[in-house]
Nanobody
């Protein structure tokens, strides 16, 4: 059984910063791709950032230059550093991991439970 647990959300003023963490635990061999998604009320879930096992990162245009995704493979943890936050960044943020549970297994897809980020004065 694999679980993803997110932390770090909260209320922040415009221009502020937050750092989200997502730790994977359980039967894990290695994480291939980490992703952070968000869903605002009345909107579809969108990919915010993703990072491959080789460290290649991609971002949605609206967060480029403000958000940074990173990973610590020794801890099976991903991070999303969010700077210069804007009200339009308000959403529930979800982490996603494509991972192997053992050597040679298929890649399985797991989601965290979500953490609320609210940007408001």
């Amino acid at each position: 059984q694999v679980q993803l647990v997110e932390s770090g959300g909260g209320l922040v003023q415009p221009g502020g910063s937050l750092r989200l963490s997502c730790e994977a635990s359980g039967s894990i061999f290695a994480v291939n791709i980490w992703g952070w998604y968000r869903q605002a009320p009345g909107k579809q879930r969108e990919l915010v950032a993703r990072i491959t096992s080789g460290g290649n990162a991609n971002y949605v245009e609206s967060v480029k230059g403000r958000f940074t995704i990173s990973r610590d493979d020794a801890k099976n943890t991903a991070y999303l550093q969010m700077n210069n936050l804007k009200p339009e960044d308000t959403a529930v943020y979800y982490c996603n991991a494509d991972l192997w549970v053992r050597p040679g297994s298929p890649v399985y897809d797991y989601w965290g439970q979500g953490t609320q980020v609210t940007v408001s004065s």
